[in-house]
């Protein structure tokens, strides 16, 4: 897990999100309330029709509230990586919000769990 996590507010401009999703080479993030407060996910894939929009149209864009997904799937810090793995596997999310009593405290993305998989087969250490 990284606990140095990025995350954006639901009233971030999708250009702003877009910009700092790039930044932090990153797939999507976490929308948090200022308590950090879990309340959303944007992905890359959110924010592609209204930039095309936004570009094709010449006008402003919105907030990320109005693209986010409300429905989160987030993890505990207490799962193993091998549970992950499998969520990951099954519903495909590139990134999990890591949630500790409703708060945001980290994030773990597939590279996390690959690196940690691949360590542990080097290792022949059981995770």
Do not use: W
């Amino acid at each position: 897990m990284s606990r140095d996590t990025f995350h954006v507010y639901s009233n971030t401009r999708i250009d702003d999100c877009a910009e700092q999703l790039a930044r932090h080479k990153l797939s999507g993030a976490p929308v948090t309330d200022r308590y950090d407060h879990v309340i959303g996910f944007v992905s890359e894939q959110d924010l592609l029709e209204p930039l095309s929009q936004a570009v094709y149209y010449c006008h402003s864009l919105a907030d990320v509230e109005s693209v986010m997904h409300e429905q989160v799937l987030s993890v505990s810090p207490s799962m193993q990586v091998m549970q992950v793995a499998k969520l990951m596997m099954e519903d495909k999310p590139k990134i999990f919000p890591v949630v500790e009593d409703g708060r945001l405290i980290g994030v773990i993305t597939r590279r996390i769990v690959m690196q940690t998989l691949l360590k542990a087969q080097k290792t022949c250490i059981p995770v």
